[in-house]
């Protein structure tokens, strides 16, 4: 088996068992970068002579018999908002070019402690804001099955490079479904922890009350191990957890009998593609032939889902986003006179067009006159969505339905209206507002070769049960990643093969 076809599992096996050197699995990853990159633009920065000092020192490690875990040898992504000391980290943005920090995320401390190699950085939405990968300042990533299609987003760049066999596993940051969505789009696993379970230093932040580091990868194992490397209580983020029970790999059980789960009949409902939800039915009817007992049920405000989450984010990136100024770091304006017009043209010039609507819309919730009667109300809003979970995870385990309404469009469709790209996000923002796990994983294609995923919600703290579901729905049909010989024919014809 050729190495790109490996799971990440699978090639940690073999480079412990020292079938495969990790110089040749780094290799093959990079040389499967530069061959893709032309057509799909997943990567920022692609750090070839840092990737391959890591490897030497992460062979040592496992040869000394020091690195052991499942992990150990991986070549990784990381979604361009992860500070990586001394490496450009740019948000995607133009304000940040030539940004490289002091210092190095902690969740990716953690990867590099359990052995993985870091390939580079991900493009992605700038600041996080978008659902498509469009609004990069480096342009747009495309899909890997079809490159006149998106990715999804916001991290758009991290799934496809997993999609296309440019590494074995990614870190995506998710705020109202930029994990989970893109990960539908491309065809992969994509999970986002509950709130605090995975440290937020050195995240650059979008909307800190939301904002949350999880993995992308080729199976539901994948997931899991990815999960259990990066989830850890730090000291540095006053939001982390401290939890006892983050042994993630444990859950790969095949078992859902006596599960219940429910679908909102809202999810199921107007505005949702008939491909997608026959895909999603019929999957929902293998974990019931499985055990699982499954029947809909009505979740209620999930119409209010959509201002609340836009209002309260929109609020909160205003307030992060005022550091940017030009003064300290990133891109600074080369013709001003006085400061005042220094930050005003800098911001005006580093700024695209979606993060300036954000900043003034959140600017706008935030003023005096209108704070109460839009942020208070938002905030109260997102109060009631967390007890409506709350009152659903008393009756069942999980709640399962479309991680987004379509397959993946077609590039430039989202951009012309903003607002049918917010829309997009009505599946998943819920999940953000409660801070509670969800996940994502494949269950079919439509009519034109593109994706179709399933999202998995559970209740706060339980991503146990969402990883024993998926895993079981994957190995009851075989759906696991898609051999690479079919996506590579994809991109080159730019359609699905197969």
């Known amino acids: 088996m050729k190495i790109l076809e490996l799971t990440a599992l699978e090639l940690s096996e073999k480079i412990k068992a020292g079938e495969i050197k990790v110089k040749d699995a780094v290799k093959a990853a990079l040389d499967r970068a530069k061959e893709a990159e032309p057509a799909i633009n997943s990567y920022v920065t692609l750090d070839e002579e840092g990737a391959y000092a890591q490897a030497e020192e992460v062979q040592k490690k496992i040869d000394a018999g020091e690195l052991t875990g499942p992990l150990a040898g991986v070549p990784v992504a990381i979604k361009d908002n992860m500070c990586i000391k001394g490496q450009l980290t740019t948000c995607s943005s133009r ?30 939405d700038e600041f996080a804001m978008g659902s498509t990968t469009e609004t990069s300042y480096y342009g747009p990533t495309r899909n890997p099955h079809n490159t006149e299609h998106v990715p999804g987003g916001s991290s758009g760049g991290s799934c496809a490079a997993v999609a296309a066999g440019e590494c074995f596993g990614a870190l995506g940051s998710d705020t109202g479904g930029s994990i989970r969505q893109p990960s539908s789009f491309c065809g992969v696993v994509g999970l986002k922890p509950t709130y605090g379970t995975v440290s937020r230093y050195g995240l650059i932040a979008y909307g800190s009350s939301l904002d949350q580091i999880g993995p992308v990868a080729k199976d539901v194992s994948d997931c899991a191990a990815f999960l259990e490397a990066i989830a850890s209580h730090d000291p540095k983020d006053s939001t982390s957890v401290e939890r006892k029970d983050c042994d993630f790999m444990s859950a790969l059980t095949e078992d859902v009998k006596g599960l219940k789960i429910g679908i909102p009949g809202d999810y199921i409902g107007e505005g949702l593609d008939p491909e997608v939800r026959q895909a999603v039915q019929d999957a929902a009817k ?38 940017f100024d030009g003064v300290k770091y990133g891109y600074r304006t080369e013709n001003y006179e006085g400061l005042h017009n220094m930050y005003k043209k800098t911001r005006s010039e580093g700024f695209g067009p979606e993060v300036k609507r954000r900043i003034m819309l959140g600017s706008f919730v935030l003023s005096s006159g209108y704070y109460d009667a839009y942020y208070l109300k938002a905030l109260r809003t997102k109060a009631l969505i967390k007890k409506e979970f709350d009152k659903a995870f008393e009756k069942y385990d999980l709640i399962l339905g479309p991680a987004a309404p379509t397959t993946a469009p077609k590039l430039g469709e989202s951009l012309s209206d903003p607002l049918k790209m917010y829309l997009g996000d009505i599946y998943t923002i819920s999940v953000n507002l409660a801070g509670l796990p969800g996940m994502t994983i494949p269950v079919g294609k439509d009519k034109e070769g593109l994706p179709i995923g399933m999202q998995l919600i559970g209740n706060a703290f339980d991503e146990k049960t969402l ?23 994809a991109m080159e014809t730019g359609k699905e093969v197969g």
């Open 95 to 124: 304000i940040l070019s030539g940004f490289r920090p002091t210092y190095t995320a902690q969740a990716v401390e953690n990867l590099r402690k359990a052995g993985a190699v870091i390939l580079g950085k991900t493009n992605m």
């Open 286 to 323: 293998v974990l019931e032939e499985k055990g699982a007992s499954v029947e809909t049920f009505d979740l209620g405000l999930v119409k209010y889902a959509i201002p609340a989450y836009y209002t309260i984010a929109s609020a909160e990136a205003s307030s992060n986003l005022e550091r």
């Open 467 to 489: 990883i024993r579901a998926a895993y079981t729905y994957e190995c009851a049909t075989g759906k696991q990643y898609e051999k690479m010989a079919d996506i590579r024919a």
